[in-house]
């Protein structure tokens, strides 16, 4: 006798979310059958014969701050990688990156971009949210849910502290600000930013709860 299975149970066997096999249902790659209810309810047999590499990837994106913090990439992309093959999704993508949370021109940032614009990513894994963007993630999150990629965010505890990416945004945002006021040429501007340096490198160091 032939096994059907409900739309979970069936996403779970092909590691793909419901939206994916709503997808290939339209696409001609799968057929269901409707319950009185209006349920779907998939053949266990017709699963098998959707290839493979019909699946989209799993895009894993772990970020740190600074090449200190290497040790903790790496952390963090076992962290996701492992979680994501606990989860029995397939065609799991790490992508590394290095810098700011602020820097919104991070290579690992724009390949991300790039690869759900093509329609063969099903899901992004996050330790957190602001390991994408500090300011704008929503508006990546926006372009995942326009192609049909689900967000799941492990909500594991940050490698690094909030104070101390803050950090690293702060100077990073004093770096940018300094280079034009050097090109000025004015002593009083130069003193400025010399101090501002001087209260980000000092103040930060110890927050106060």
Known sequence: MSKYLTIAQAAKIKGVSTDTLRRWE??????SIRTDGGH??????????????????TLCYARVSTKE??????TQASVLQGYSEAQGWKNIQVIKDLGS??????????RLIELIETDKVERLVLT???????FGAELIFTLCEIHGVTVT???????????????????EIITVF????YGSRSKKNLK???????????EFQDPVY
């Open 128 to 134: 957190h949210k602001d390991r994408l963007l500090r």
């Open 101 to 110: 949370s602020m820097n919104h021109k991070k290579r690992g940032l724009n």
């Open 40 to 57: 779907r309810r998939y053949l266990a047999s017709d699963l098998m014969t959707i290839e493979e590499s019909e699946s989209r990837l």
């Open 192 to 202: 400025l930013m010399e101090k501002l340096l001087e209260i980000s490198a000092t």
């Open 69 to 74: 913090r290497k040790d903790d990439l790496e």
């Open 153 to 171: 965010m492990i909500n594991r505890k940050e490698d690094s502290t909030f104070e101390e990416d803050l950090v690293q945004d702060v100077l």
């Open 178 to 181: 300094s280079a034009r006021l």
């Open 26 to 31: 339209r696409e001609g790659k799968i057929q």
